[in-house]
Protein backbone atom coordinates (compact mmCIF):
# COMPACT_ATOMS: atom_id res chain seq x y z
CA UNK A 1 0.00 0.00 0.00
CA UNK A 2 1.26 3.89 -0.78
CA UNK A 3 0.41 6.89 0.88
CA UNK A 4 1.12 10.12 -0.04
CA UNK A 5 0.22 13.68 2.83
CA UNK A 6 -1.65 16.62 1.50
CA UNK A 7 -1.08 19.42 1.54
CA UNK A 8 1.76 20.44 4.31
CA UNK A 9 1.38 17.01 5.98
CA UNK A 10 4.22 14.43 6.68
CA UNK A 11 4.75 11.18 7.02
CA UNK A 12 6.95 9.65 9.89
CA UNK A 13 7.55 6.44 11.00
CA UNK A 14 8.48 6.63 14.97
CA UNK A 15 12.24 5.43 15.74
CA UNK A 16 11.17 2.84 18.88
CA UNK A 17 13.56 3.13 21.60
CA UNK A 18 15.59 0.14 22.78
CA UNK A 19 14.23 -2.89 24.64
CA UNK A 20 17.13 -3.02 27.28
CA UNK A 21 18.19 0.15 29.00
CA UNK A 22 22.04 1.52 29.42
CA UNK A 23 21.86 -0.27 32.80
CA UNK A 24 21.19 -4.01 31.45
CA UNK A 25 17.40 -3.51 32.71
CA UNK A 26 15.07 -5.06 30.31
CA UNK A 27 11.51 -2.73 29.97
CA UNK A 28 8.38 -4.00 28.80
CA UNK A 29 6.14 -2.60 26.35
CA UNK A 30 3.69 -1.50 28.74
CA UNK A 31 6.24 0.44 30.80
CA UNK A 32 7.49 2.33 27.75
CA UNK A 33 6.81 6.04 26.43
CA UNK A 34 5.43 6.62 22.87
CA UNK A 35 8.23 7.24 20.82
CA UNK A 36 9.39 10.99 20.12
CA UNK A 37 11.62 10.68 16.93
CA UNK A 38 10.71 9.71 14.25
CA UNK A 39 11.98 9.46 10.36
CA UNK A 40 10.31 11.30 7.75
CA UNK A 41 9.17 8.65 4.47
CA UNK A 42 7.33 11.03 2.84
CA UNK A 43 5.48 14.86 2.45
CA UNK A 44 3.05 16.38 0.92
CA UNK A 45 3.28 18.95 -1.41
CA UNK A 46 3.45 21.88 0.52
CA UNK A 47 1.73 24.90 2.45
CA UNK A 48 -0.02 27.72 0.31
CA UNK A 49 0.63 31.18 1.50
CA UNK A 50 -1.87 34.19 1.81
CA UNK A 51 -0.67 34.94 -1.28
CA UNK A 52 -1.13 31.57 -3.43
CA UNK A 53 2.73 31.15 -3.30
CA UNK A 54 4.30 27.75 -2.39
CA UNK A 55 5.81 27.59 0.88
CA UNK A 56 8.94 25.15 1.22
CA UNK A 57 9.34 22.52 3.70
CA UNK A 58 11.85 22.95 6.18
CA UNK A 59 12.83 19.50 6.72
CA UNK A 60 13.04 16.80 3.62
CA UNK A 61 12.57 13.17 3.40
CA UNK A 62 15.55 10.69 5.57
CA UNK A 63 15.87 13.45 8.19
CA UNK A 64 15.34 12.42 12.15
CA UNK A 65 12.75 15.03 13.79
CA UNK A 66 11.48 15.56 17.18
CA UNK A 67 8.13 15.17 17.54
CA UNK A 68 5.45 16.03 20.44
CA UNK A 69 4.42 13.02 22.58
CA UNK A 70 0.52 13.29 21.61
CA UNK A 71 0.88 15.09 18.42
CA UNK A 72 -0.47 14.13 14.55
CA UNK A 73 -2.59 11.01 13.67
CA UNK A 74 -1.52 7.53 14.06
CA UNK A 75 -1.58 5.34 10.80
CA UNK A 76 -0.87 1.31 10.04
CA UNK A 77 0.03 0.72 7.01
CA UNK A 78 1.75 -3.11 5.86
CA UNK A 79 1.98 -3.94 10.18
CA UNK A 80 4.01 -0.69 10.64
CA UNK A 81 2.73 2.31 12.77
CA UNK A 82 3.28 5.62 11.54
CA UNK A 83 2.48 9.10 11.75
CA UNK A 84 0.95 12.06 9.99
CA UNK A 85 1.38 15.23 11.35
CA UNK A 86 1.43 18.85 9.92
CA UNK A 87 5.09 20.29 9.15
CA UNK A 88 4.00 22.95 12.02
CA UNK A 89 3.70 19.78 14.80
CA UNK A 90 7.33 19.18 14.16
CA UNK A 91 9.69 20.31 16.90
CA UNK A 92 12.96 20.34 15.42
CA UNK A 93 15.24 18.13 13.29
CA UNK A 94 17.85 16.15 14.69
CA UNK A 95 21.35 15.74 13.73
Same mark, same amino acid.
Given at each position: ?? #???L? =?? #??V???????????????? =????? %??????? #??????? #?????????????????????????????? =?? %???????????L????
Amino acid at each position: MK #IKPLG =DR #ILVEPIKEEEVAKGGIIIP =DSARE %KPQEGKV #IAMGTGK #IDKEGNKVAFNVKKGDIVLMPKYGGTEVKL =DG %KTYQIMREDDILAVIG
